[in-house]
């Protein structure tokens, strides 16, 4: 069975930085794909950001884009999300995904495994 845990969120001030991390166990992730989702109160989660299996291509979305980076240590079995310049607008609880693809899919349904999120709070 995957597990996914989200670890390394909290509570900072607006243009703090964080890294999320993502520890996978259970399977090696190396042939996975891997995103990071968003959601917060009363707003439909959305992805922010996604790797492929080698960690070659990454994609953002657009309001995070110069601001976070994703990556991935296959050998850890663990990806992270370092974000930084962080606005309240980012406030929401982050989730780990994984897909059994080399490359991440267009929107949140189809990953396949999920973790159960962390907090992430940026206050002005």
């Known amino acids: 069975q995957v597990q996914l845990v989200e670890s390394g969120g909290g509570s900072v001030q607006t243009g703090d930085s964080l890294t999320l991390s993502c520890a996978v166990s259970?399977?090696?992730?190396?042939?996975?794909?891997m995103g990071w989702a968003r959601q917060a109160p009363g707003q439909e989660r959305e992805i922010v950001a996604s790797?492929?299996?080698?960690?070659?291509?990454?994609s953002y979305l657009d309001s995070v884009e110069g601001r976070f980076t994703i990556s991935r240590d296959n050998a850890k079995n663990t990806v992270y999300l370092q974000m930084s310049s962080l606005k309240p607008e980012d406030t929401a609880v982050y989730y780990c995904?994984?897909?059994?693809?080399?490359?991440?899919?267009?929107?949140?349904?189809?990953?396949?495994?999920w973790g159960q999120g962390t907090q992430v709070t940026v206050s002005s």
């Open positions: 995904a994984a897909v059994q693809k080399h490359f991440p899919p267009s929107s949140w349904p189809e990953y396949d495994y």
């Open positions: 790797i492929n299996w080698r960690g070659e291509r990454t």
């Open positions: 259970g399977r090696a992730i190396s042939s996975f794909a």
